[in-house]
């Protein structure tokens, strides 16, 4: 299971969807909050993040715990990975992608985090957290790699607040092969076992031949191809 929130992490408004996707799961899941994007801000934000992250989710009647994974000494530590593989439900939190990326690359707590979704846990990712689930996203002077798990997919979070020209210009950057994902601020696009859905307000799908929008609710089948 997937989800990518376009953004509002552990906030009000963001509540009925993360909800949502507590109830994906028969029995309240052990969530792990991640800060690992946001690991060039310094410690008080580091920490910030993920005490705000566990606070809140435990506040929706989740077991949840912080993770301080932060760089890349922290992303290879094994007693830090071990706590990520015993969770249900990872969330990644906002930040710097690329940083993120890096980091998490090829490390033991990106293992930990496949893992997790490998035996049907939930791994989700809000803008940064997002944007790396790609098989590309955003970056100077050319788009970053992605880590693939939306396939063909460019994943644009904060896509409402974002100003025309802008959008039609990523649009063009992302090139043909690739469809652009955009997620509304207060909004997730899950994949369930290939089953896509959409919780809070909206989805823009927008391949190389059709712009469609997504409102609240399963997307057909072949939406994202």
Not at 153 to 171: K, Q
């Amino acid at each position: 299971m997937l989800a990518v929130i376009g953004s509002g992490e552990y906030l009000v408004p963001m509540a009925a969807v993360d909800r949502q996707l507590l109830e994906l799961f028969e029995t309240p899941p052990r969530v792990v909050c991640l800060p690992t994007a946001a690991g060039r801000e310094g410690d008080e934000k580091i920490d910030d993040w993920m005490h705000r992250g566990a606070a809140y989710f435990t506040s929706l009647g989740a077991d949840a715990e912080p993770v301080r994974v932060w760089d890349r000494d922290s992303a290879n530590d094994p007693s830090l990975a071990e706590r990520i593989a015993s969770a249900d439900f990872v969330y990644l939190s906002g930040g710097r992608p690329s940083y993120l990326h890096d980091t998490l690359n090829g490390s033991l707590a990106w293992h930990a985090i496949t893992s997790v979704v490998e035996r049907g846990g939930l791994l989700a990712g809000c803008s940064a957290g997002a944007m790396i689930q790609g098989e590309r996203f955003a970056g100077l002077p050319r788009p970053h790699r992605g880590f693939g798990l939306w396939p063909g997919a460019h994943i644009v979070p904060h896509f409402d607040e974002l100003p025309s020209p802008l959008v039609a210009m990523m649009r063009r950057l992302v090139g043909r092969r690739f469809t652009l994902v955009g997620v509304n601020a207060n909004t997730a696009l899950v994949n369930v076992g290939g089953a896509y859905r959409v919780i809070g307000d909206q989805v823009t799908i927008w391949t190389t031949t059709t712009k469609r929008h997504y409102g609240p609710g399963d997307l057909p089948v072949g939406a994202l191809d």
